[in-house]
């Protein structure tokens, strides 16, 4: 698949031109308290409109080969939060029933990597991100493969075989 392929070019184009509604130029901006649920609300329907289909469903496993990226999406949204926040949002937002073994590593690595830093509270560590650029280039290189590959399966299926409707 060529990178100067029309369609790709059209997919990045209407993504970069689209209305990003509470994304800022830095990354997503912190929003006020009480907020949090009504813009990640608002992010998956974006996503759910631009598709064809209602059906969008991301499962479990998605979510976790994705955990790393999801995580940084959300810490970006909330500024800062702890991971009981972020289980409760992976659980809700994504229907994903992580366990704090899987979630936590996750934030260590991204800590420890000078990603997000971490500060200690009386009962609960917060994390925020404290490297914009890395987070804007892992979302997009991660879009981009995500992209490639819905593409190619687009391509797939219009030149496979209708299924018969019995």
């Known amino acids: 698949m060529s ?10 184009d209407d993504r970069s031109s689209a209305e990003a509604g ?26 759910t409109a631009a598709l064809a289909t209602d ?22 949204v909330h500024g800062s939060t702890h991971g009981k ?4 949002d992976l659980t809700e937002q994504f229907d994903a029933q ?16 000078g990603v ?9 560590k ?6 914009e650029a890395y987070v804007r280039a892992t979302l997009e290189r ?3 493969q995500h992209l490639a590959f819905g593409l190619l399966l687009d391509r797939f299926l219009s030149s496979y075989p209708a299924a018969d409707s019995e």
């Open 3 to 12: 990178k100067h392929d029309p369609s790709i070019a059209s997919a990045f």
């Open 22 to 47: 509470s994304i800022g130029a830095a990354g997503f901006e912190a929003a006020e308290p009480g907020t949090i649920d009504h813009e990640l609300d608002e992010l998956l329907d974006q996503v």
């Open 55 to 76: 059906e969008v469903d991301l499962d479990e496993s998605l979510v976790k080969d994705n955990l790393e990226e999801l995580l940084l999406v959300l810490v970006s």
């Open 85 to 88: 926040e972020l289980l409760a």
């Open 98 to 113: 992580l366990s704090p073994g899987t979630v936590y590593p996750c934030l260590h690595d991204l800590e420890e990597d």
């Open 116 to 124: 997000l830093s971490m500060h200690a509270k009386v009962r609960t």
């Open 126 to 131: 917060e994390y925020s991100v404290v490297d």
């Open 142 to 144: 991660t879009m981009t």
